[in-house]
DNA sequence: TGAAATGTTGGGGCG
DNA sequence: ACGCCCCAACATTTC
């Protein structure tokens, strides 16, 4: 039986489950009996839809892996790093190394499913198991189901038997720090660097992640005011699985349920992209797709640089082109003034969202958006319209917020590039057209 | 996790 | 004392 197991290897597939514990995929490749090869690539079909060579992101993706690596190397191993696209990538490493089994953890997004076929349908023409694993969400695909057997669409009664599931199962997390000493004996190995893979150099302050017992207390106290760092600010380490979604439940669990919805939503607007992969292009509701946007491309540039006359509006996008984050409350708002106000189709304000947040992710990103046109699944109503002024007022009353990202600001610092109620009527009047 | 318009109520000023 | 008006405060409706 040993001398079996010896004479093959298993790979682990890391793509956005950047970590070592509680990796639900590792762990089974490690307790699988064969020695583990860590791989990870980056895809030039993804990257090539980068357009800003100092991404932010792929920094990012590019010290975590080189942690990674460090790391293993304390067992004698090394991550493999290929820059190529997946299915030549498993080409070669069936050429290469006696594989015998792969592992890797579910990615749901349209693309990855693609992907993922594709690798799955190679590796069986060669014999070589394919094992894939639920990781970066509670519950996935059909695990969250109305009793007719349909998805949910509503956020509401969704959390509620998500809740009761987690209840009744609790949260599995599975020590894959613990069998490190399974991975592949093989000399540490350089990762290719940002420029070989296209991409320059940079900074990449990504904002520190705060899950303190204090912070998540107090959320649902202080997430709306964006001159406080009162959010916990995770999106980028779930997005990139720095994090294990099943620390942060925990922590929900223990502590704050306002906190924990903002999780469930995240798996929300992922059960809405696995089961309605169409929204990714189009609106959630077809009935929406007859709204005339205007799509002034004047109009979008100043509301892309911050310059609408709008204080909180500006400050946010701002924020958001200086540092690749954007405080959610402020997000709802920019996100609501470009399809509202503008009267711009919420694809434009999406597309802008993921080039520039580190945080991007496209099931909440476009599920977010689409709630704020009014296009998607449990949206906000339509006559639903932001007064950019009553926002500040409640949320940036001292204009803390809006100082610190508007350095020239005072009053009337920006003639507004449009006037509030006739923007307000006029989105109404449309609306109302397009549905009737 | 809306805002504005419209409706209702009740206290107080005033003749 | 009483009716009338004003208006703030709150509630409801509408978009």
Redesign the pocket.
Known sequence: MEAALETGIAVCWLRRDLRLEDNTGLYHALKSGRPVLLLFIFDPEILETLPDKRDRRLAFIHRQLQKINEEVSKYGSSLLVLHELPKKAFIKLLSNYAVKEVFTNHDYEPYARRRDKEVADLLAEHGVNFHTFKDQVIFEKNEVMKSDGSPYTV?TPYSRIWKNRLHSEGVLSLPSEEHLEHLLKMPKMELPSLEEIGFDPVEDHVPEADISEDLIRNYHNTR?LPAISGTSMVGVHLRFGTISVRQLVKKALQLNEVWL?ELI?REFFMMILWHFPQVEHQNFRSKYDRIPWRNNEREFDLWRKGETGYPLVDAGMRQLNETGWMHNRVR?LVAGFLCKHLLIDWRWGEAYFAEKLLDYELASNNGNWQWAAGTGCDA??Y?????PD??LK?FDPKLEYVKTWIPEFKAGYLEPMLD??FA?ARA?ETY?KALD
């Open positions: 956020f709306n919805n939503w709802m906000t109503p006559f639903r319209i932001f007064n009553t926002q409640k509030h109620q307000r109404l109302k």
